[in-house]
């Protein structure tokens, strides 16, 4: 069983909108900090926003303003909204759940801005 799953990627024009949904099973999940990595092509992955499992959070300076994190620990599942987006958002974006030791990674999701 894959603890994390992502979804909602997609083409998406510049200045469109999406929401990636990162839903977990098999874990405790309220007990996790969860992270969305992007990797963009011929590029390193990077740390594009992060929430604590007290619900802080924190932005890459690229994406502040325009994404959101959230989770509904109900749901077992962390939310990126993305908004505005720009052609240089366009990366496969993976979620990742942290807890000490235990660190778990989803599948990815491809989100492509284009016009």
């Known amino acids: 069983q894959v603890p994390l799953v992502e979804s909602g990627g997609g083409l998406v024009q510049p200045g469109g909108s999406l929401r990636l949904s990162c839903a977990a099973s098999?874990?405790?999940?309220?007990?996790?900090?969860v992270n969305w990595y992007r990797q963009a092509p011929g590029k390193e992955r990077e740390l594009a926003a992060t929430?604590?499992?007290?619900?802080?959070?924190n932005y890459e300076n690229s994406v502040k303003g325009r994404f959101t994190i959230s989770r509904d620990n109900a749901k077992n599942t962390a939310y990126l909204q993305m908004n505005n987006l720009k052609p240089e958002d366009t990366a496969v974006y993976y979620c990742?759940?942290?807890?000490?030791?235990?660190?778990?990674w989803g599948q990815g999701t491809q989100v492509t801005v284009s016009s």
């Open positions: 990742n759940a942290r807890f000490i030791r235990n660190d778990y």
């Open positions: 098999g874990i405790n999940f309220n007990i996790y900090n």
């Open positions: 929430i604590t499992s007290t619900g802080s959070t």
